[in-house]
T-cell receptor
Framework: DQQVKQNSPSLSVQEGRISILNCDYTNSMFDYFLWYKKYPAEGPTFLISISSIKDKNEDGRFTVFLNKSAKHLSLHIVPSQPGDSAVYFCAASAHTPLVFGKGTRLSVIA | DAGVIQSPRHEVTEMGQEVTLRCKPISGHDYLFWYRQTMMRGLELLIYFNNNVPIDDSGMPEDRFSAKMPNASFSTLKIQPSEPRDSAVYFC???????????FGPGTRLTVT
């Protein structure tokens, strides 16, 4: 019973276009959400987060949207660059250690 | 700061042998987490510590796994005896607060033959 689900194992996007990575969760107590990026042979690195009191948080090319009623969040990358090719993990917390999804592999094609 | 440091980066061992993975968290971080990453299960939390005290070890798969944190700057994850199904990448992470951004080490890729 996964509490955080990333239903798309992989995604391919053309350079310059928008990448949209999705994440669903089941625990309504989650109040803090994060996205991590992971390159091969490296540990995950924190990318962006959002509190449940907000529905959008933006940081440069990265924007996270939160839809609490749908228990859904998404990460938008605009414009996508080849260096964005990595595995992206969604994570959530309810004043507890983070619960991670299984990740989505993003490939940005030049 | 050097970030979270893990050693070794790669470990290849034979079934039945003892394996010890090491982690140095970021200075000033009160929380330390051990994760295992596999294709099937993704990132699983094995155990975490607060101020060197184990808080939750419910993710530790079996008694073959044990973890210690003798001081604020060092932790070990031990597998004894190791089995082929333990093959995975093991990550250590640290953070200032329990439900806050965690900073991960580069991981240890363990292969048990």
């Amino acid at each position: 019973d996964q509490q955080v689900k990333q239903n798309s194992p992989s995604l391919s996007v053309q350079e310059g276009r928008i990448s949209i990575l999705n994440c669903d969760y089941t625990n309504s107590m989650f109040d803090y959400f994060l996205w991590y990026k992971k390159y091969p042979a490296e540990g995950p690195t924190f990318l962006i987060s959002i509190s449940s009191i907000k529905d959008k948080n933006e940081d440069g090319r990265f924007t996270v949207f939160l839809n609490k009623s749908a228990k859904h969040l998404s990460l938008h990358i605009v414009p996508s660059q080849p260096g964005d090719s990595a595995v992206y993990f969604c994570a959530a917390s309810a004043h507890t250690p983070l619960v991670f999804g299984k990740g989505t592999r993003l490939s940005v094609i030049a | 700061d050097a970030g979270v440091i893990q050693s070794p980066r790669h470990e290849v061992t034979e079934m039945g042998q003892e394996v010890t993975l090491r982690c140095k968290p970021i200075s000033g971080h009160d929380y330390l987490f051990w994760y295992r990453q596999t294709m099937m299960r993704g990132l699983e939390l094995l155990i975490y510590f607060n101020n060197n005290v184990p808080i939750d070890d419910s993710g530790m798969p079996e008694d073959r796994f044990s973890a210690k944190m003798p001081n604020a700057s060092f932790s070990t994850l031990k597998i004894q005896p190791s089995e082929p199904r333990d093959s995975a990448v093991y990550f250590c992470a640290s953070s200032k607060r329990e439900a806050y951004e965690q900073y991960f080490g580069p991981g240890t890729r363990l292969t048990v033959t």
